[in-house]
Nanobody, 120 residues
Framework: VQLQASGGGLARAGGSLRLSCTAS????????MSWYRQVPGQLRELVAS???????TYADSVKGRFSISRDRYRNTVTLQMDRLKPEDTAVYYC???????????????WGQGTQVTVSS
């Protein structure tokens, strides 16, 4: 199983960026797909997640500005980031948890990370 993230880059404060992530492999289902972010020297933190039942969770710092969507049939997750702030600058990681394959379940898979930089 692999997660391939795309998007990210540089934006001005108040601007928007969109991150996408696609899971590939012999996947039957994925319980939860999420976006995390990490700043050097700090712990990786959850930004947003969405379950197979479409329940979404957001970090308080991004509520009302970021929106997570998911296509459970295409195994993709997208993070729309609006009204960006300089403090959103981080490396963003895609995560898939509870990945059910044809013959086994993989607890967790991480993508490679994509840089988001917001200038003031």
């Amino acid at each position: 199983v692999q997660l391939q993230a795309s998007g990210g880059g540089l934006a001005r404060a108040g601007g928007s960026l969109r991150l996408s992530c696609t899971a590939s492999g012999n996947i039957y289902s994925i319980k939860t797909m999420s976006w995390y972010r990490q700043v050097p020297g700090q712990l990786r933190e959850l930004v947003a997640s969405k379950t197979m039942a479409s329940d979404a969770t957001y970090a308080d710092s991004v509520k009302g500005r970021f929106s997570i969507s998911r296509d459970r049939y295409r195994n993709t997750v997208t993070l729309q980031m609006d009204r960006l702030k300089p403090e959103d600058t981080a490396v963003y990681y895609c995560n898939a948890a509870g990945v059910e394959l044809t013959l086994r379940e993989v607890p967790e898979v991480w993508g490679q990370g994509t840089q988001v930089t917001v200038s003031s």
